[in-house]
């Protein structure tokens, strides 16, 4: 009964041991791809803001071209 219950837990033992191992893969491949993507992120983040930015400019020149070119409102 000892024999068998020490190989029991002999077979639990490698069974943990192998599914850490999957477990530790699949943690540093998520890691990896969590990396990535937070890069991917930023880089958009920062095309936002430079499309924002070009937008707001664009914006100001088309406000600016309205006013040279509606007339000039005389009070009455």
Do not use: F, W, Y
Not at 24 to 29: D, G, I, K, L, P
């Amino acid at each position: 009964m000892l024999e068998a219950s020490l190989n029991q837990l002999e077979t639990l033992v490698h069974e943990l041991v192998e599914q850490n191992g999957r477990l530790s893969e699949a943690n540093r491949t998520l890691s990896t791809e969590l990396a990535t993507a937070r890069e991917e992120n930023d880089t958009l983040q920062l095309s936002l803001l430079e499309q924002e930015e070009k937008q707001g400019a664009m914006a100001a020149r088309i406000q600016a071209l309205i006013e040279r070119a509606s007339p000039g409102v005389v009070p009455a």
